[in-house]
């Protein structure tokens, strides 16, 4: 059974990267970036299976508002991976 995973920083690195591998593993991925736009390609590429939205972790209603973008979407979370700046990562 696919997961459906909300991933925030998917814009680039790790984020990206690990949204990446759970679409190409037919996951389903909520895309949560600063800057949606760069999602762009992966949009492209795996469709219906990536919603993205522009969410900037700083801001405390962002979170309510990406969850409830998934529960629409998918009708559930499986997996929550925080990779976005401000994550605590490497200082």
């Avoid at 690990?18 to 909520?30: K, M, P």
């Avoid at 962002?62 to 997996?79: M, S």
């Amino acid at each position: 059974m696919s997961k459906i995973w909300l991933i925030t920083g998917t814009a680039r690195g790790i984020g990206r990267n690990i949204a990446q591998t759970a679409l190409s593993a037919g996951d389903y991925v909520v895309a949560a970036a600063r800057k949606p736009e760069r999602l762009h390609e992966l949009v492209e590429r795996f469709g219906d299976q990536i919603p993205t939205l522009q969410q900037d972790v700083r801001d405390p209603s962002a979170a309510a508002t990406a969850v409830q973008t998934a529960v629409d979407a998918f009708g559930r979370i499986d997996v929550v991976v925080h990779a976005g700046p401000h994550c605590g990562a490497g200082g």
